[in-house]
């Protein structure tokens, strides 16, 4: 799409790379750039799955550009259709994203991660909120954090600005897994693929169940499948795809989705 965003795809697969020397910092023009890229992806029927990676291996990504915001980039202004990053605030992405993460991930650059349904780092990947240090508000990663980890030490990163290696975020729950460097897109083209050839309707389920029904009491969000109020709810449980797990089930012999 430009030289700082560029994707490729295989087989249902859309791999996106932000390629912004030296600390892949997202300005207010690349992060609209990245909303183009996501929601393309999302409105596109025969991509199934996103890796969101950086070039480089020193950071992942520095998160916001001071340099632009000293420059003029109004830290209110306009970042997009999906909001910071291009993930966090698009909507209807029903998708399951997957970040390759290798390197520093930053401010912003860590709540872009933190987008992502599933987190894979290479060995030398460490974690921050500097925002603190700054006088400012980590925003996304204050309202996510605490949900993804303990919540002492997702408040003690937030307060103190603390690093964080790819051990420690492993055993806090923070990423999925963590691989020598050079291992790390290979894996996470295998767990695409391996997504990739799975339901999509049901997928999608997943997805809007977790993040709409975050709010509701758990009989509320019961209350809403079971009623088939949730949009790919209701599209899963009247589509070709359900019945065609269960024949496949019953014939046993692998399914063959269709995605409708």
């Known amino acids: ?26 300005d207010l023009h690349t ?37 632009a915001a000293a420059g003029g980039d109004a830290v209110d202004g306009d970042y ?20 390759a993460v290798s390197g520093m991930a930053v401010g912003g ?9 599933l987190i894979y780092a290479a060995e030398h990947s460490t974690f921050a909120l500097p925002e603190i240090t700054a006088g400012t508000l980590a925003d996304a990663a204050t309202l996510k954090l605490p949900k993804r980890i303990p919540y002492h030490i997702a408040m003690e990163m937030l307060y103190r600005g603390r690093w964080m290696d790819s051990a420690e975020a492993l055993r806090w729950g923070l990423i999925n897994e963590v691989l020598p460097g050079e291992q790390l897109l290979d894996r996470v083209w295998e767990v695409a693929r391996e997504l ?5 309707l049901v ?51 692998d399914p063959v989705w269709k995605g409708k």
Not at 1 to 26: C, H, Q, W, Y
Not at 55 to 65: C, L, M, V
Not at 235 to 251: C, H, I, T
């Open 31 to 67: 992060s609209r750039l990245m909303g183009e890229t996501f929601a393309a992806f999302r409105d596109d029927p025969e991509l199934r799955v996103a890796i969101v990676k950086t070039a480089g291996e020193k950071f992942f990504s520095a998160g916001w550009d001071l340099k």
């Open 196 to 200: 990739a050839s799975g339901p999509p």
């Open 109 to 117: 650059g860590f709540e872009l991660m933190l987008s992502a349904d």
């Open 203 to 253: 997928f999608a389920a997943i997805k809007e169940v977790a993040r709409e029904a975050e709010a509701m009491k758990f009989q509320e969000g019961m209350n809403w499948v079971t009623k088939r109020q949730f949009a790919s709810v209701d599209k899963l449980y009247g589509s070709e795809d359900n019945m065609e797990g269960f024949k496949a089930f019953a014939e046993k012999r």
């Open 80 to 99: 997009g259709v999906g909001g910071f990053g291009g993930l966090q605030e698009l909507r209807g992405l029903n998708k399951p994203v997957i970040a």
């Open 1 to 26: 799409m430009s030289e700082v965003i560029t994707t490729r795809s295989e087989g249902g697969v859309f791999e996106v790379t932000l390629d912004r020397p030296k600390a892949n910092a997202i």
